[in-house]
């Protein structure tokens, strides 16, 4: 399957590129993400884009186009969300860990409006959820068939307060008027049915059958798995909180990485059934961050399959997204993520496949589809 390094360390004057994010629009690939000047998470960087674009089979890739950047800032976690009834792709980040910016294009990203200070909005009238800081992303947002625009993340509570309690739970952003003004929506549980508690952060959100949409989160629990929930009503509420214990990720075994950030990915059903399927993506490993793996689930997230790895070295943060949206029976996909020879943070890699790569890999040895360094 075709891949190409489109990032790389020590590359347009930045040291490093994480936190990748993919949309696809009009045969055009936008891959965001952060360019940062050192490694450091709270380091100074800016967002940063390349656009490839599709003919036939091959995707052809522009330079890097710096997308916002402020003196001193750290820019971080960029959410892009294409809104198909404006032709519009936004991009929504945090500024410094506190403040909220969304920029957008009209014109498939070669131009970029100033960015507006959103913050705002969101803590302005948040109803029964209290904000004192949300996080965008990471990955993609996405747009309901009602045209609501959904923009996931998550929330810190206690963060004012350095010597109480700092929990965390995930939730979303919703936008009813083409991205001109947000607000806080559901947020998932921060406990289970069970009663056990869990502090959910960096979440994927994948749009489902009818407008429901599912959130899939790293969890801040050491030795605890990866949590799902689902809102019926877009995006407004959310239901029980799951754990996914299959969904294996360097949390599951109590290792060093305290879990990492997954991509989910819903998409129509190539059987012609109401229902829609989804893809799953992250390093899928108990102790390390390496085996960037695939996995496909047939009932809206209720169930995942076996791994289907693709990179047996270290990898890192990940993003899907679908392009030729016509190929119904076997639709094609792409993948954004971060890897490395001795850890992920060295490259941002993007590569095609399509559903029948994922059923063969699936049902593969987990020896033979593995593809390293």
């Avoid at 206690?158 to 929506?185: M, Q, R």
Wanted: hydrophobic share 30%.
């Amino acid at each position: 399957m075709p891949k190409q390094d489109i990032f790389k360390s020590n590359q347009s004057g930045y040291a490093f590129f994480r936190l990748p994010a993919i949309v696809f629009h009009e045969g055009t690939f936008f891959v965001f993400c952060e360019g940062r000047y050192t490694r450091s998470d709270r380091s100074v960087m800016d967002i940063v884009l390349r656009r490839g674009t599709l003919e036939g089979s091959n995707v052809t890739w522009g330079e890097i186009q710096v997308v916002a950047s402020q003196q001193n800032a750290s820019l971080h976690n960029p959410v892009p969300i294409v809104d198909q009834e404006t032709n519009t792709v936004f991009v929504l980040y945090q500024a410094d860990g506190t403040k909220i910016y969304s920029t957008k294009s009209t014109d498939l990203g070669q131009t970029w409006t100033s960015p507006v200070n959103v913050t705002d909005q969101i803590t302005a009238d948040s109803g029964s959820n209290a904000v004192e800081n949300f996080f965008t992303g990471p990955g993609h947002g996405t747009q309901l068939q009602s045209g609501r625009l959904v923009l996931q993340g998550y929330m810190h509570t206690g963060y004012s307060n350095p010597s109480g309690p700092l929990t965390s739970n995930a939730g979303v952003l919703l936008s009813d008027d083409h991205g001109d003004k947000w607000y806080v929506g559901g947020l998932v549980p921060k406990t289970t049915p069970g009663g056990t508690g869990v502090y959910t952060d960096e979440t994927s959100v994948a749009l489902l059958a009818d407008d429901s949409i599912c959130l899939n989160s790293r969890t801040l629990g050491k030795c605890q798995p990866r949590a799902q929930s689902f809102s019926q009503d877009g995006g407004k509420t959310f239901g029980p909180l799951q754990m996914v214990p299959n969904l294996i990720e360097p949390t599951n075994g109590c290792g060093v990485a305290a879990g990492c950030e997954g991509s989910v990915l819903g998409f129509p059903s190539p059987d012609g059934s109401s229902e829609r399927w989804a893809l799953f993506s992250n390093p899928a490993s108990k102790v390390f961050r390496f085996r960037m793996s695939i996995r496909l689930s047939r009932d809206g997230c209720k169930t995942w399959s076996n791994a289907w790895k693709i990179r047996c070295c270290a990898s890192g943060y990940s993003d899907l997204t679908q392009y030729s949206a016509n190929e119904v029976s076997n639709p094609n996909f792409a993948i954004v993520y971060e890897n490395g020879v001795f850890d992920s943070i060295g490259k941002i890699t993007f590569q095609t496949f399509n559903l029948s790569n994922v059923t063969q890999g699936i049902s593969c040895c987990s020896c033979c589809c593995c593809t390293c360094c």
